[in-house]
């Protein structure tokens, strides 16, 4: 038998939490899956290294709203993978991140992987919901 919910069924917070978990571990079980190490937030991170090449760890700290302390140490163990690496920037003070050869082969074949899995889990949304649901997401993120 279900527990009873009480007020938490109508919390965003909650009903984003929920989902939440059920994306991830369908990413778990089905993109990362063989792949040690990856969590949907790394992959994030070299995904937008790949749109971004050249991108300051500060930048891209800012973006995923993350302490840029935080950051280092994700960034250091995507380094010793071999997936990416730091390159000295323009002005020599700042190093700029950019994919190896094995970080761009692991991104194209997680997108594929992303790619059923996002058909996957919007299965249950109409044509237009899918679209809708991320704009307000969208909206809430702000």
Avoid: C
Wanted: proline share 1%; charged share 25%.
């Amino acid at each position: 038998m279900a527990l009873k919910t009480g007020i938490l069924a109508n919390l965003l917070g909650y009903r984003l939490r929920r989902a939440q978990q059920a994306v991830f571990r369908d990413f778990a079980a089905r993109v990362a899956a063989g792949q040690r190490d990856i969590s949907p937030g790394r992959v994030g991170l070299l995904l937008l290294v790949e749109a971004n090449p050249g991108v300051t760890q500060s930048r891209l700290a800012h973006a995923v709203q993350i302490e840029r302390s935080t950051m280092v140490g994700v960034l250091h163990a995507l380094e010793a993978r071999g997936l990416l690496e730091r390159r000295r920037g323009r002005d020599r003070r700042t190093n700029g991140l950019w994919l190896t050869r094995a970080g761009a082969a692991l991104a194209a074949q997680i997108k594929r992987r992303i790619a059923v899995h996002e058909r996957r889990i919007a299965a249950r949304l109409g044509a237009g919901e899918r679209q809708q649901l991320l704009d307000l997401l969208e909206k809430l993120s702000g």
